[in-house]
């Protein structure tokens, strides 16, 4: 079973002809509500592909009307919500412009996401068959502890380094590596973690090979072109994009982890899981929102 212990939230999105430079206002037609967080997304994305009741969530939303309609669409897509707690801070907020290439700039209010515990995550039965994702949208200590926790249980961790956070502390980084099995970043985050650990580069295939000498599995998600999967034995693979033009690309990374979470959750061989989390990744690109394009099991294949 997946166990997705994130960030659930609300964006607020904006088209724009490009997005504003710091102390720039841009003015865009109209703003659209849709349904987001690094957590609930790639929770929809393994809910989608996988079998029913195969993909939870633990999280938290304020007891608001955002907070209502997310967990409202987590249910709607399949995705086990009994630990979805409401709490006193307002749902998490993103506030997110995408530019005519489909680029974006997202900011985020975490709101209810900084509140939640590695407590909420220990009703939930954790096995050797779990598979545990993570992000960086909630307390890093919280998620921590419930990757040790799924570790000491025999289930497996995909940890995913987004948003990479500017005052990360080395030492953090070197825990986090050690309670992992796959660390996912893309290209700017896969520099910034090498960077941390010492090893400074402006290469992502170097930094993602330094990154998988920690002792996990690092796969480097690099847009149209695909995914590099660097293994802690030393060797490497990629698996290369569809062709396609993108709509918009906010929620592929997640697409890309919460379909390779359901391939190891159905026991494929890395090497497959991989390309099909890259294909699922291409497919979401193709409509606006993050959730909105996430394959089904069906059109995936
Ligand atoms: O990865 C995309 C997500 O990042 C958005 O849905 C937004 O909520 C932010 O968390």
Redesign the pocket.
Known sequence: MILVFG?I?I?LVARVVSIPRPGETVLSPRYETLF???GA?QAVAAARVSLPHRAAIVACIGDDAFGQSARDNLARNGVVDNLVTSVAEPTGC?F?TVDERGENA?T?GSGANASIREAAAQSFQVDAATVAVFQM?VPFLASLNVARYVRAAGGRVIWNF?PALPAFAARDLSDLLGATDIFVVNEHEAIAAATLLGCKTDDFRKAGSHLSGSGCLCVVTAGAQGAFAFHPEGQSERAEAEPIRPVDT??A??TFVGVLANGLDEAMPFTSALKRAVRAASLACLAHG?QADMPTRERLG
Request: negative net charge.
């Open positions: 960030s939230n964006d987001g967080g690094k997304n993103a997110i997202i985020v949208e987004a906010t929620g990374g997640d993050a």
